[in-house]
């Protein structure tokens, strides 16, 4: 079985540019969760999507915003970069989501200059 | 809000020894699920081990083993026979029943040989 996938990789921007990050969960999964890793902040849960549905958010800006698609398939956008939003970020999938084990993604890095 | 705490920012263990990293939670909610992750150089988050707070059982996988202390909200983790593939950030997390994820800041162990 094939694990989480994210794309890309790696990324630079430069400030006030857009970006959007995809990840592709386990095949089966449906529930989709999004975290920043940042050497002073850690790991940071930015939101889940279940079923095409938002269903949990974490204390970031309106900038930070996601979907997720009928295939499960996930993707988030950043507006307006700042250079704080240099970070790694990580896609996890699991079943339901509720009590499941999460599988990580290798993770997308996003430089912003 | 639940948080989670790592007091060690870092720990050192020789090959074949055992050593045990600390973990302490907050919360009001009874019902919630504890993990265990590694992270090694390459950055992919990978599950070591996982308790269900509703388990009275310590949870063991190989040379890894929790110290479940619900009364006193504390999930420590114990690695045995220490491997140099041990070396890693290692994270607690905290999941609770609505499916809210928080992090620990992460111990960071360094495997000697």
């Known amino acids: 079985k094939a694990g989480v996938t994210q794309t890309p990789r790696y990324l630079i921007k430069t400030r006030g540019q857009q970006v959007t990050l995809s990840c592709s969960p386990i095949s089966g999964h449906r529930s989709v969760s999004w975290y920043q890793q940042t050497p002073g902040q850690g790991l940071q849960f930015l939101f889940e999507y279940f079923s095409e549905t938002q269903r949990n958010k974490g204390n970031f800006p309106g900038r930070f915003s996601g979907r997720q698609f009928s295939n499960s398939r996930s993707e988030m956008n950043v507006s307006t970069l700042e250079l704080g939003d240099s970070a790694l970020y990580l896609c996890a999938s699991s079943l339901s989501g509720r009590v499941d084990e999460q599988f990580f993604g290798p993770g997308t890095r996003l430089t912003v200059l | ?113």
């Not at chain 2, 809000?1 to 074949?16: D, K, L, R």
């Not at chain 2, 220490?82 to 928080?102: E, I, K, P, T, W």
């Open chain 2, 1 to 113: 809000a639940q948080t989670v705490t790592q007091s060690q920012p870092e720990m050192s263990v020789q090959e074949a020894e055992t050593v045990t990293l600390s973990c302490t939670y907050d919360t009001s909610e009874s019902d919630y699920y504890l993990f265990w992750y590694k992270q090694p150089p390459s950055r992919q988050m990978i599950l070591v081990i996982r308790q269900e707070a509703y388990k009275q059982q310590n949870a063991t996988e190989n040379r890894f083993s929790v110290n479940f202390q619900k009364a006193a909200k504390s999930f420590s983790l114990k690695i045995s026979d220490s491997q140099l593939g041990d070396a890693a950030m290692y994270f607690c997390a905290y999941r609770s029943a609505d499916n809210d994820m928080r992090f620990g800041a992460g111990t960071r162990l360094t495997v000697k040989p």
